[in-house]
């Protein structure tokens, strides 16, 4: 196939750690409930797993805000586990990667806890600190993603210091050089125990503008994107001067010649910006940047074609030398089943989705309990977990609703998760779609995607070829993909009921079987779909 790296094209599976599988019965899951899985997540197919934060920390944000780079927070296990889960992973055939947090740290950090104590202590440039104005008030008027003033007052310095994200994560400094060299440190310290890669959470966030001027203010028909309704403070500004700074190019590089030392390593980078895909292009760019990208474009409510065909190539047009990386699901957002349309043929609608989320070019991250078509849950506001949704209730619910635990034996107490009452519940929606369930049915969900990824092997113009759109009504999406002289085309019907469409100059094609999907055919330039059905076939 001559596939140059690993990772382009590659399939990833993204854990969220704490809902996969508890090994201990304590409710929450671990890195040895990680291990049990390891041959089942193998079975799908995937090419990598990213495990989501399992460091050191309070928990404020569930890992998310982190105490200690080095170490696994008792919850997980320890590095031991963690060695084990490399090795197994790696014996699978499965490359490993990790979360890393490097725009902000835990409250509870060393580092944190040294910083605030006075201004001349040997961290006490390692985080934002700024003057108040001479009213007492906060330095400028930026907000935090999760409501409110970003900055918060600390009177043992009689400053303030700037949050993104919770109070409780402050945000590292990194116009200072010492903190710069630590991030990388930190991340060498995992590459040296075996990892593989890395997603590099809100990357875009680790510089501040030094002036600290204000942001601008956002019209109200612009107010709109990564769950930032009219009801939250963060979606009345452009972001331009607390993140996307223009210093971050120079520590990407920094970042990227250190991973270049080690062999296969790569780096995934989350982007959420005022132009995510315009800054995908520029952190992606030659080959001393990040290695892929992924951004909140297809994580949207719009499912329709013509939004997803604008996104696309809207981003092919911008990334000329990088690599996209796409998801349509993942920890932050409602279950897509949920997301994208009504409740009519879930288990077709779950196929579908997946299967455009697989001959996109570029890599991808599908989440876990994707390849069951697990829909969103409902929780009550005393079932809440995430601070996100606890502030936001009842306009926005948070993201608890798609981290409920995996669902593995119907019949088992707490459906094979835990041994205990998991820390958020299963619903019994979820115990009809688990995998002891799913496994015994040929056409189950989760049989169609390990089914359509050994498919998927065989086609290079899926993995590494290039894609160009083809004219067609909605709510039907229709590309080429084309690598060599070999070219597919791809064709898909987003929508509940049949679909019949005629498409002008369509080459003579040759249908292809054994993806397991609803099938449509094609009769010269007609090409007739099933609801939530495609065609795949060979271009003559």
């Known amino acids: 196939m001559d596939q140059?790296?690993?990772?382009?094209?590659?399939?990833?599976?993204?854990?969220?750690?704490?809902?996969l599988m508890d090994s201990n019965g304590d409710g929450i899951g671990d890195l040895p409930g990680i291990i049990q899985r390891l041959d089942y997540i193998?079975?799908?197919?995937?090419?990598?797993?990213?495990?989501?934060?399992?460091?050191?920390?309070?928990?404020?944000?569930?890992?998310?805000?982190?105490?200690?780079?080095?170490?696994?927070?008792?919850?997980?296990?320890?590095?031991?586990?963690?060695?084990?889960?490399?090795?197994?992973?790696?014996?699978?055939?499965?490359?490993?990667?990790?979360?890393?947090?490097?725009?902000?740290?835990?409250?509870?950090?060393?580092?944190?806890?040294?910083?605030r104590e006075n201004k001349h202590n040997p961290k006490a440039d390692w985080y934002v600190w700024a003057d108040p104005k001479e009213d007492g008030s906060a330095p400028n008027n930026w907000q935090s993603i999760f409501g409110g003033c970003a900055w918060q007052w600390e009177p043992r310095r009689?400053?303030?210091?700037?949050?993104?994200?919770?109070?409780?994560?402050?945000?590292?400094?990194?116009?200072?050089s010492d903190v710069k060299q630590a991030a990388l440190d930190n991340i060498e310290f995992w590459l040296k125990r075996g990892v593989d890669g890395f997603r590099l959470d809100a990357i875009n966030f680790c510089f501040?503008?030094?002036?600290?001027?204000?942001?601008?203010?956002?019209?109200?028909?612009?107010?709109?994107?990564?769950?930032?309704?009219?009801?939250?403070?963060?979606?009345?500004q452009y972001h331009y001067y607390n993140n996307t700074r223009p210093e971050n190019l120079a520590?990407?590089?920094?970042?990227?010649?250190?991973?270049?030392?080690?062999?296969?390593?790569?780096?995934?980078?989350?982007?959420?910006?005022?132009?995510s895909l315009a800054?995908?292009?520029?952190?992606?760019?030659?080959?001393?940047?990040?290695?892929?990208?992924?951004?909140?474009?297809?994580?949207?409510?719009?499912?329709?074609?013509?939004?997803?065909?604008?996104?696309?190539?809207?981003?092919?047009?911008?990334?000329?030398?990088?690599?996209?990386?796409?998801?349509?699901?993942?920890?932050?957002?409602?279950?897509?089943?949920?997301?994208?349309?009504?409740?009519?043929?879930?288990?077709?609608?779950?196929?579908?989705?997946s299967?455009?989320?697989?001959?996109?070019?570029?890599?991808?991250?599908?989440?876990?309990?994707?390849?069951?078509?697990?829909?969103?849950?409902?929780?009550?506001?005393?079932q809440l977990q995430d601070p996100y949704g606890i502030t936001f209730w009842p306009t926005f619910k948070g993201r608890d609703g798609c981290r409920t635990p995996m669902p593995w034996h119907k019949e088992s107490p707490n459906a094979g998760f835990s041994a205990a009452t998991p820390w958020l519940p299963i619903p019994e929606s979820h115990r009809e779609k688990a995998v002891d369930i799913q496994e015994q049915n040929s056409e189950s969900v989760l049989n169609s995607f390990r089914n359509f990824l050994k498919w998927r092997k065989d086609f290079p113009e899926l993995i590494q070829g290039s894609i160009n759109f083809i004219d067609t009504p909605e709510p039907v999406l229709a590309y080429y993909r084309q690598f060599n002289d070999s070219k597919l085309v791809v064709v898909l019907n987003l929508s509940p009921e049949s679909q019949s469409v005629?498409?002008?100059?369509?080459?003579?094609?040759?249908?292809?079987?054994?993806?397991?999907?609803?099938?449509?055919?094609?009769?010269?330039n007609d090409i007739s779909l099933p609801a939530y059905g495609c065609l795949f076939a060979r271009c003559l």
């Open 279 to 353: 800054t995908m292009a520029e952190y992606t760019e030659g080959d001393n940047r990040l290695h892929m990208g992924y951004s909140f474009e297809l994580l949207t409510d719009d499912n329709s074609a013509s939004y997803i065909r604008k996104t696309v190539e809207s981003l092919e047009t911008k990334v000329t030398e990088g690599w996209p990386c796409w998801a349509i699901s993942n920890h932050d957002v409602k279950r897509v089943v949920s997301r994208w349309g009504n409740d009519y043929a879930i288990a077709e609608k779950a196929k579908l989705f």
């Open 208 to 236: 501040h503008d030094l002036a600290l001027r204000d942001n601008p203010a956002k019209p109200p028909e612009k107010r709109q994107g990564r769950g930032f309704s009219e009801d939250n403070p963060y979606a009345y």
């Open 158 to 176: 009689q400053q303030y210091y700037l949050h993104n994200f919770l109070t409780s994560q402050p945000d590292l400094n990194f116009h200072n």
């Open 502 to 524: 005629k498409v002008t100059e369509l080459p003579q094609l040759s249908v292809l079987e054994g993806h397991g999907l609803s099938s449509g055919v094609v009769s010269g």
């Open 4 to 19: 140059k790296n690993w990772w382009q094209g590659a399939v990833i599976y993204q854990i969220y750690p704490r809902s």
């Open 42 to 115: 193998a079975s799908l197919g995937v090419d990598a797993i990213w495990i989501s934060p399992f460091f050191k920390s309070p928990m404020k944000d569930f890992g998310y805000d982190i105490s200690d780079y080095r170490d696994i927070d008792p919850l997980f296990g320890n590095l031991d586990d963690f060695d084990s889960l490399v090795e197994k992973a790696h014996k699978l055939g499965i490359k490993v990667i990790i979360d890393q947090v490097l725009s902000h740290t835990s409250d509870q950090h060393a580092w944190f806890l040294e910083s």
């Open 355 to 382: 299967a455009l989320l697989f001959t996109l070019r570029g890599s991808v991250c599908t989440y876990q309990g994707e390849e069951l078509g697990l829909e969103e849950v409902e929780l009550e506001y005393d």
């Open 251 to 275: 520590f990407i590089e920094e970042l990227r010649a250190l991973l270049d030392r080690y062999p296969d390593s790569a780096a995934l980078g989350e982007i959420s910006s005022e132009d």
